[in-house]
Protein backbone atom coordinates (compact mmCIF):
# COMPACT_ATOMS: atom_id res chain seq x y z
CA UNK A 1 0.00 0.00 0.00
CA UNK A 2 1.65 3.17 -1.24
CA UNK A 3 0.69 6.11 0.82
CA UNK A 4 1.64 9.10 -1.13
CA UNK A 5 -0.56 11.74 -0.02
CA UNK A 6 1.33 15.02 0.13
CA UNK A 7 -1.87 16.30 1.96
CA UNK A 8 -2.12 13.46 4.91
CA UNK A 9 -1.28 15.13 7.54
CA UNK A 10 -5.00 16.67 7.06
CA UNK A 11 -6.24 13.46 6.89
CA UNK A 12 -4.27 12.66 10.19
CA UNK A 13 -6.14 15.32 12.21
CA UNK A 14 -9.23 14.06 11.51
CA UNK A 15 -8.63 10.76 12.74
CA UNK A 16 -7.06 9.21 15.58
CA UNK A 17 -6.48 5.75 14.02
CA UNK A 18 -6.50 3.29 10.64
CA UNK A 19 -9.09 0.71 10.97
CA UNK A 20 -9.09 -2.28 8.08
CA UNK A 21 -11.51 -3.06 5.96
CA UNK A 22 -12.48 -6.81 6.31
CA UNK A 23 -11.95 -9.25 3.76
CA UNK A 24 -15.24 -10.97 2.64
CA UNK A 25 -15.41 -13.99 3.82
CA UNK A 26 -16.62 -16.28 0.94
CA UNK A 27 -16.66 -19.86 -0.62
CA UNK A 28 -13.65 -19.31 -2.71
CA UNK A 29 -13.76 -21.85 -5.87
CA UNK A 30 -9.94 -22.93 -5.41
CA UNK A 31 -10.59 -24.42 -1.78
CA UNK A 32 -13.41 -26.35 -2.71
CA UNK A 33 -13.23 -30.13 -3.59
CA UNK A 34 -13.96 -29.65 -7.04
CA UNK A 35 -10.32 -28.90 -7.12
CA UNK A 36 -7.54 -31.31 -6.49
CA UNK A 37 -4.05 -31.68 -6.47
CA UNK A 38 -2.07 -33.80 -9.40
CA UNK A 39 1.52 -35.73 -9.06
CA UNK A 40 1.16 -35.57 -12.52
CA UNK A 41 1.27 -31.69 -13.46
CA UNK A 42 4.92 -31.31 -13.14
CA UNK A 43 5.92 -27.73 -13.35
CA UNK A 44 9.87 -28.16 -13.11
CA UNK A 45 9.44 -28.54 -17.34
CA UNK A 46 11.81 -25.69 -19.39
CA UNK A 47 8.70 -24.63 -21.19
CA UNK A 48 5.64 -22.09 -20.37
CA UNK A 49 3.38 -25.54 -21.18
CA UNK A 50 3.38 -29.31 -19.93
CA UNK A 51 2.13 -32.57 -20.76
CA UNK A 52 -0.60 -35.39 -18.68
CA UNK A 53 -0.44 -39.03 -19.95
CA UNK A 54 -2.56 -41.06 -18.91
CA UNK A 55 -4.32 -44.90 -19.59
CA UNK A 56 -7.91 -44.23 -21.31
CA UNK A 57 -10.44 -46.62 -19.86
CA UNK A 58 -10.43 -50.08 -21.86
CA UNK A 59 -12.61 -50.75 -25.12
CA UNK A 60 -12.61 -53.95 -23.62
CA UNK A 61 -13.21 -57.34 -26.42
CA UNK A 62 -15.28 -59.84 -24.66
CA UNK A 63 -14.54 -63.34 -25.96
CA UNK A 64 -17.21 -66.42 -25.33
CA UNK A 65 -15.27 -69.08 -24.15
CA UNK A 66 -15.21 -72.42 -25.72
CA UNK A 67 -14.77 -75.92 -25.51
CA UNK A 68 -15.16 -76.47 -28.99
CA UNK A 69 -13.57 -73.99 -30.87
CA UNK A 70 -9.62 -73.76 -30.59
CA UNK A 71 -9.23 -70.42 -32.41
CA UNK A 72 -7.22 -67.82 -30.09
CA UNK A 73 -9.79 -65.14 -28.73
CA UNK A 74 -9.29 -61.52 -29.52
CA UNK A 75 -7.18 -59.08 -27.47
CA UNK A 76 -8.24 -55.96 -25.82
CA UNK A 77 -6.04 -53.19 -27.02
CA UNK A 78 -4.39 -50.58 -23.77
CA UNK A 79 -3.99 -46.71 -24.84
CA UNK A 80 -2.90 -44.07 -23.66
CA UNK A 81 -3.71 -39.87 -24.52
CA UNK A 82 -1.18 -36.95 -23.35
CA UNK A 83 -3.06 -33.63 -22.38
CA UNK A 84 -1.11 -29.94 -22.61
CA UNK A 85 -1.73 -27.77 -19.72
CA UNK A 86 -0.13 -23.70 -18.80
CA UNK A 87 2.01 -22.29 -16.62
CA UNK A 88 0.26 -18.90 -15.00
CA UNK A 89 3.04 -16.76 -12.88
CA UNK A 90 1.71 -13.62 -10.95
CA UNK A 91 3.26 -10.70 -9.15
CA UNK A 92 2.14 -8.14 -6.43
CA UNK A 93 4.23 -5.13 -5.65
CA UNK A 94 3.84 -2.41 -3.56
CA UNK A 95 6.14 0.82 -2.77
CA UNK A 96 6.25 2.85 0.69
CA UNK A 97 8.07 6.56 1.13
CA UNK A 98 10.30 5.43 4.00
CA UNK A 99 9.65 8.50 5.77
CA UNK A 100 5.63 8.85 5.11
CA UNK A 101 5.21 6.72 8.65
CA UNK A 102 6.67 9.95 10.48
CA UNK A 103 3.64 11.72 9.40
CA UNK A 104 1.26 8.33 9.10
CA UNK A 105 2.39 6.24 12.37
CA UNK A 106 1.27 3.73 10.01
CA UNK A 107 3.58 1.23 8.09
CA UNK A 108 1.97 0.39 4.87
CA UNK A 109 4.10 -2.15 3.83
CA UNK A 110 3.16 -4.48 7.04
CA UNK A 111 -0.03 -4.09 5.52
CA UNK A 112 0.68 -5.02 2.45
CA UNK A 113 2.57 -8.14 3.69
CA UNK A 114 -0.61 -9.37 6.37
CA UNK A 115 -3.09 -9.29 3.24
CA UNK A 116 -1.22 -10.58 0.03
CA UNK A 117 -2.67 -14.62 1.08
CA UNK A 118 -5.92 -13.35 0.91
CA UNK A 119 -4.79 -11.35 -2.44
CA UNK A 120 -3.23 -14.85 -3.51
CA UNK A 121 -6.80 -16.76 -3.12
CA UNK A 122 -8.87 -14.56 -4.51
CA UNK A 123 -6.72 -14.07 -7.64
CA UNK A 124 -6.61 -18.01 -8.10
CA UNK A 125 -10.08 -18.15 -7.52
CA UNK A 126 -10.86 -16.31 -10.47
CA UNK A 127 -8.11 -17.83 -12.61
CA UNK A 128 -10.29 -21.08 -11.97
CA UNK A 129 -13.67 -19.47 -12.99
CA UNK A 130 -12.08 -18.01 -16.04
CA UNK A 131 -11.07 -21.53 -17.06
CA UNK A 132 -14.26 -22.54 -16.62
CA UNK A 133 -15.70 -19.57 -18.67
CA UNK A 134 -13.03 -20.99 -21.10
CA UNK A 135 -13.99 -24.41 -21.26
CA UNK A 136 -18.14 -23.64 -21.98
CA UNK A 137 -16.77 -21.15 -24.69
CA UNK A 138 -14.83 -23.81 -26.12
CA UNK A 139 -18.06 -26.09 -26.46
CA UNK A 140 -20.23 -24.03 -27.42
CA UNK A 141 -17.91 -23.24 -30.63
CA UNK A 142 -18.02 -26.82 -31.60
CA UNK A 143 -21.60 -26.86 -32.28
CA UNK A 144 -25.42 -27.70 -30.94
CA UNK A 145 -25.15 -28.71 -27.65
CA UNK A 146 -26.56 -31.81 -25.81
CA UNK A 147 -30.45 -31.23 -26.64
CA UNK A 148 -32.10 -34.48 -25.21
CA UNK A 149 -31.23 -37.62 -23.08
CA UNK A 150 -30.13 -39.56 -26.32
CA UNK A 151 -27.61 -36.60 -27.22
CA UNK A 152 -23.95 -37.58 -27.14
CA UNK A 153 -21.50 -35.40 -27.83
CA UNK A 154 -18.92 -36.15 -30.77
CA UNK A 155 -16.61 -34.08 -32.45
CA UNK A 156 -19.58 -32.31 -33.78
CA UNK A 157 -21.43 -31.78 -30.68
CA UNK A 158 -21.12 -29.64 -27.62
CA UNK A 159 -20.43 -30.90 -24.34
CA UNK A 160 -22.86 -28.19 -23.07
CA UNK A 161 -27.11 -27.97 -22.42
CA UNK A 162 -28.94 -24.70 -23.41
CA UNK A 163 -32.51 -24.73 -21.73
CA UNK A 164 -33.77 -22.53 -24.61
CA UNK A 165 -32.72 -24.56 -27.35
CA UNK A 166 -34.99 -27.01 -29.25
CA UNK A 167 -35.21 -30.11 -27.57
CA UNK A 168 -36.40 -32.00 -24.32
CA UNK A 169 -37.47 -28.34 -22.69
CA UNK A 170 -39.62 -27.12 -25.89
CA UNK A 171 -39.42 -24.98 -28.33
CA UNK A 172 -36.64 -22.89 -29.26
CA UNK A 173 -37.41 -19.54 -27.26
CA UNK A 174 -37.64 -16.52 -29.60
CA UNK A 175 -38.37 -13.83 -27.17
CA UNK A 176 -38.85 -12.52 -24.23
CA UNK A 177 -41.91 -13.88 -23.85
CA UNK A 178 -40.83 -16.99 -24.07
CA UNK A 179 -37.48 -17.24 -22.69
CA UNK A 180 -37.00 -20.21 -19.94
CA UNK A 181 -34.57 -19.48 -16.86
CA UNK A 182 -32.55 -22.21 -14.77
CA UNK A 183 -35.31 -22.79 -12.23
CA UNK A 184 -38.98 -22.68 -13.26
CA UNK A 185 -41.02 -20.41 -11.31
CA UNK A 186 -43.90 -20.86 -12.77
CA UNK A 187 -44.33 -24.66 -11.60
CA UNK A 188 -45.13 -25.85 -7.88
CA UNK A 189 -42.98 -27.24 -5.38
CA UNK A 190 -40.04 -28.98 -6.22
CA UNK A 191 -40.90 -28.99 -10.12
CA UNK A 192 -39.21 -25.68 -10.30
CA UNK A 193 -35.70 -27.25 -10.40
CA UNK A 194 -37.30 -29.73 -13.20
CA UNK A 195 -35.22 -28.31 -16.03
CA UNK A 196 -32.48 -28.10 -13.59
CA UNK A 197 -32.41 -32.35 -13.15
CA UNK A 198 -33.45 -32.69 -16.58
CA UNK A 199 -30.15 -31.34 -17.97
CA UNK A 200 -28.04 -32.88 -15.54
CA UNK A 201 -29.83 -36.34 -16.34
CA UNK A 202 -29.20 -35.31 -20.43
CA UNK A 203 -25.58 -35.17 -19.73
CA UNK A 204 -24.40 -37.65 -17.00
CA UNK A 205 -27.27 -39.90 -18.24
CA UNK A 206 -26.86 -43.19 -15.95
CA UNK A 207 -22.85 -42.27 -14.47
CA UNK A 208 -24.56 -39.44 -12.94
CA UNK A 209 -22.68 -38.56 -9.81
CA UNK A 210 -23.75 -38.76 -6.36
CA UNK A 211 -23.54 -34.79 -5.79
CA UNK A 212 -22.33 -31.53 -7.71
CA UNK A 213 -21.43 -27.94 -7.53
CA UNK A 214 -23.18 -25.94 -8.61
CA UNK A 215 -21.46 -22.39 -9.35
CA UNK A 216 -24.33 -19.78 -10.05
CA UNK A 217 -25.17 -16.30 -9.42
CA UNK A 218 -26.89 -13.95 -7.03
CA UNK A 219 -30.13 -14.49 -9.33
CA UNK A 220 -30.28 -17.39 -9.59
CA UNK A 221 -30.01 -18.46 -5.62
CA UNK A 222 -32.73 -15.72 -4.98
CA UNK A 223 -35.43 -17.91 -7.13
CA UNK A 224 -33.93 -21.21 -5.81
CA UNK A 225 -34.63 -19.64 -2.01
CA UNK A 226 -37.69 -17.96 -3.57
CA UNK A 227 -38.72 -21.11 -4.47
CA UNK A 228 -38.47 -22.71 -0.86
CA UNK A 229 -36.14 -25.15 -2.76
CA UNK A 230 -32.86 -24.41 -0.57
CA UNK A 231 -32.63 -27.47 2.28
CA UNK A 232 -32.54 -26.30 5.57
CA UNK A 233 -29.55 -29.09 6.68
CA UNK A 234 -26.42 -27.71 5.17
CA UNK A 235 -23.17 -29.81 4.11
CA UNK A 236 -20.00 -29.59 5.45
CA UNK A 237 -17.44 -30.18 3.44
CA UNK A 238 -13.26 -29.51 4.67
CA UNK A 239 -13.38 -26.59 6.61
CA UNK A 240 -16.33 -24.83 4.49
CA UNK A 241 -20.44 -25.31 4.81
CA UNK A 242 -22.16 -24.93 1.84
CA UNK A 243 -26.33 -24.52 1.26
CA UNK A 244 -27.53 -27.15 -0.60
CA UNK A 245 -30.93 -27.73 -2.69
CA UNK A 246 -32.87 -31.63 -3.28
CA UNK A 247 -30.80 -33.22 -0.29
CA UNK A 248 -27.67 -32.30 -0.56
CA UNK A 249 -27.35 -33.07 -4.82
CA UNK A 250 -26.11 -29.80 -5.43
CA UNK A 251 -24.24 -27.52 -3.45
CA UNK A 252 -24.08 -24.28 -3.91
CA UNK A 253 -21.40 -21.79 -4.50
CA UNK A 254 -22.42 -18.02 -5.39
CA UNK A 255 -20.24 -15.99 -7.41
CA UNK A 256 -20.70 -12.05 -8.27
CA UNK A 257 -18.56 -12.71 -11.01
CA UNK A 258 -20.29 -12.40 -14.85
CA UNK A 259 -20.29 -16.31 -15.69
CA UNK A 260 -20.26 -15.43 -19.90
CA UNK A 261 -22.59 -14.47 -22.13
CA UNK A 262 -22.36 -17.02 -24.87
CA UNK A 263 -25.85 -15.61 -26.66
CA UNK A 264 -23.90 -13.92 -29.38
CA UNK A 265 -22.63 -17.37 -30.19
CA UNK A 266 -24.62 -19.38 -33.74
CA UNK A 267 -25.19 -22.55 -31.41
CA UNK A 268 -26.47 -20.84 -28.15
CA UNK A 269 -30.08 -19.36 -28.10
CA UNK A 270 -30.17 -15.62 -27.81
CA UNK A 271 -32.19 -15.40 -25.12
CA UNK A 272 -29.68 -17.96 -23.10
CA UNK A 273 -27.00 -15.06 -21.62
CA UNK A 274 -26.39 -16.62 -18.58
CA UNK A 275 -24.67 -19.47 -17.54
CA UNK A 276 -24.27 -21.56 -14.50
CA UNK A 277 -22.03 -23.94 -14.28
CA UNK A 278 -21.98 -28.11 -12.76
CA UNK A 279 -18.78 -29.67 -11.01
CA UNK A 280 -18.22 -33.06 -10.04
CA UNK A 281 -15.65 -33.22 -7.35
CA UNK A 282 -11.90 -33.57 -8.44
CA UNK A 283 -12.54 -31.68 -11.88
CA UNK A 284 -9.83 -29.67 -11.77
CA UNK A 285 -6.41 -29.77 -11.23
CA UNK A 286 -4.29 -27.63 -9.37
CA UNK A 287 -0.21 -27.14 -8.60
CA UNK A 288 1.57 -24.11 -7.51
CA UNK A 289 5.02 -23.12 -9.15
CA UNK A 290 7.83 -22.86 -6.96
CA UNK A 291 9.17 -19.32 -7.54
CA UNK A 292 12.81 -18.07 -7.64
CA UNK A 293 12.58 -15.30 -5.31
CA UNK A 294 9.21 -15.51 -4.00
CA UNK A 295 9.19 -12.31 -1.96
CA UNK A 296 11.94 -9.67 -2.80
CA UNK A 297 12.66 -6.37 -1.00
CA UNK A 298 14.08 -3.44 -2.92
CA UNK A 299 15.88 -0.41 -0.88
CA UNK A 300 16.45 3.09 -3.16
CA UNK A 301 18.43 5.21 -0.15
CA UNK A 302 18.51 8.30 -2.60
CA UNK A 303 14.82 8.30 -3.50
CA UNK A 304 12.91 11.24 -2.30
CA UNK A 305 15.65 13.55 -1.48
CA UNK A 306 17.38 11.38 0.70
CA UNK A 307 13.85 10.25 2.80
CA UNK A 308 14.19 6.71 0.90
CA UNK A 309 11.71 4.89 0.07
CA UNK A 310 10.94 0.72 -0.37
CA UNK A 311 10.05 -1.90 -2.32
CA UNK A 312 7.75 -5.13 -1.97
CA UNK A 313 7.02 -7.65 -4.43
CA UNK A 314 5.56 -10.95 -3.60
CA UNK A 315 5.34 -13.44 -7.10
CA UNK A 316 3.60 -16.87 -7.08
CA UNK A 317 2.58 -18.70 -9.73
CA UNK A 318 0.27 -22.02 -10.54
CA UNK A 319 -1.40 -23.95 -13.02
CA UNK A 320 -5.03 -24.73 -12.86
CA UNK A 321 -6.60 -27.02 -15.52
CA UNK A 322 -9.75 -28.27 -16.15
CA UNK A 323 -9.17 -32.12 -16.38
CA UNK A 324 -10.55 -33.42 -19.78
CA UNK A 325 -9.49 -30.80 -21.47
CA UNK A 326 -5.75 -29.72 -24.02
CA UNK A 327 -4.28 -26.66 -23.83
CA UNK A 328 -4.77 -24.69 -26.61
CA UNK A 329 -3.45 -21.33 -26.49
CA UNK A 330 -0.59 -19.59 -26.34
CA UNK A 331 2.73 -21.70 -25.52
CA UNK A 332 5.16 -18.33 -25.42
CA UNK A 333 3.83 -17.10 -22.54
CA UNK A 334 2.18 -17.29 -19.47
CA UNK A 335 -1.75 -17.27 -19.14
CA UNK A 336 -3.62 -14.44 -18.03
CA UNK A 337 -6.87 -14.68 -16.74
CA UNK A 338 -8.05 -13.37 -20.48
CA UNK A 339 -6.64 -16.46 -22.02
CA UNK A 340 -8.03 -18.77 -19.58
CA UNK A 341 -11.30 -17.67 -20.63
CA UNK A 342 -11.20 -17.76 -24.39
CA UNK A 343 -12.71 -20.70 -26.31
CA UNK A 344 -9.50 -20.95 -28.82
CA UNK A 345 -7.51 -22.16 -25.35
CA UNK A 346 -9.28 -25.21 -24.95
CA UNK A 347 -9.90 -28.34 -26.87
CA UNK A 348 -11.98 -31.30 -25.04
CA UNK A 349 -9.50 -34.66 -24.98
CA UNK A 350 -11.80 -37.17 -23.12
CA UNK A 351 -14.96 -39.15 -23.65
CA UNK A 352 -17.68 -36.86 -22.70
CA UNK A 353 -19.13 -39.24 -20.33
CA UNK A 354 -15.89 -38.82 -18.41
CA UNK A 355 -16.47 -34.49 -18.20
CA UNK A 356 -16.87 -33.38 -15.15
CA UNK A 357 -17.59 -29.76 -16.22
CA UNK A 358 -21.09 -29.07 -17.69
CA UNK A 359 -22.21 -25.31 -18.81
CA UNK A 360 -25.76 -24.51 -18.68
CA UNK A 361 -26.82 -21.41 -20.64
CA UNK A 362 -30.50 -19.89 -19.86
CA UNK A 363 -32.03 -16.93 -19.74
Do not use: C
Not at 73 to 101: C, F, H, M, P, W
Not at 206 to 217: G, R
Not at 284 to 312: H, K, L, N, Q
Amino acid sequence: MAITNTNFQNVALAISSYAQERWTEEKRINSTGMVTGSADIDTSRESFTGQMRWYKPLDATVNIASLSNAADGSYTEISTDIANYIKSARTIGSKQVNLQRIISQQDGLAYFARSFAESRAQDEHAAILAALKGVAASEAAVGAGIVGFDTIPDNDTGAFIDVNSNGAFGAAATGENDERKLIDSGATGAARGERLFRAMGMFYKDYEPDYVYMITSPEIMADLRAANLVDEDRIQDGNMTFQTIFGGKFRLLMTRAAQGDLSAGANVNAQSNKTTFLVKPNSIAFAEIPMPVATEVDRDAAAYAGGGSTDIWYRYGFVAHPLGYDWAGSTSAFASNTTLAAAASWNRKVDPLNLGILPIFHS
